[in-house]
């Protein structure tokens, strides 16, 4: 009777112990706050910042900004503001990341004979809930300077990051390349701004 008894609590702190394991990227559950905010490469004396063009066209760019330069004037200058977001249809890693507050949603895809894959945006009230074009995973991992760092992954095509990197599309864009794990590849800094404090305008 004691075994049964010491089998079942065994059991139950498995599945407890089990049913609370949390992916690094999961503590945004809702708006992804954790991961909002303006996207960096380091680039030497300056950043590049990841934006979506006020043209809009297909590609998202990168653009120069000094290192003083303020984040919140940065963000109401230009489209650079970015929230993850869960997608309905899956609980896993996956986000869907848009211009914030506006239906502009990051993508990938191909150009070329080598068929290079690149980032691009569409502007759409929601993605699909199944393609998984739309789709990303932020590896995180520690914080430098303040910022968060992560390498963006495609779940459309797996094993291709974010890279600091233009294409044929346009030089400023960013491109994705292969890298054998998330530990591997370029990272990108995340100035953290929460998608709640800013909900009513930015100061």
């Known amino acids: 009777m004691r075994y049964t008894y010491a089998l079942l609590i065994l059991t139950l702190v498995s599945i407890v112990s089990f049913g609370c394991t949390e992916d690094p990227a999961s503590t945004d559950q809702t708006s992804g706050s954790t991961t ?7 680039d030497g004396d300056q950043y590049r910042y990841i934006q979506v063009p006020n043209s809009r066209g297909n590609v998202i760019i ?13 963000i109401q200058d230009d489209d650079c503001f970015f929230v993850p977001t869960r997608v309905p249809t899956r609980t896993g890693r996956e986000r869907l990341i848009r211009l914030k507050d506006e239906g502009v949603w990051w993508e990938t895809a191909s150009v070329g004979a080598e068929g290079d894959i690149y980032l691009s ?3 759409i009230d929601q993605p699909p809930q199944e393609n998984t074009r739309y789709m990303f995973i932020i590896h995180e991992f520690t914080k430098s300077n303040g910022k968060l760092e992560v390498a963006i992954e495609s779940v459309a095509h797996p094993g291709f990051y974010l890279t ?9 864009g960013v491109t994705l390349k292969e890298f054998s794990s998330a530990e591997k590849a370029p990272r990108v800094l995340i100035h953290q701004i929460s998608v709640q404090q800013t909900s009513g305008g930015i100061d």
Do not use: H, W
Not at 36 to 42: A, E, K, P, Q, T
Not at 164 to 172: D, L, Q, R, S
């Open 36 to 42: 909002s905010g303006v996207y960096l490469f380091d």
């Open 62 to 74: 990168r653009s120069r900004v000094e290192k003083d330069y303020p984040m919140t004037d940065l």
């Open 121 to 123: 945006n569409d502007e």
């Open 164 to 172: 600091n990197t233009g294409n044929i599309m346009a030089g400023n």
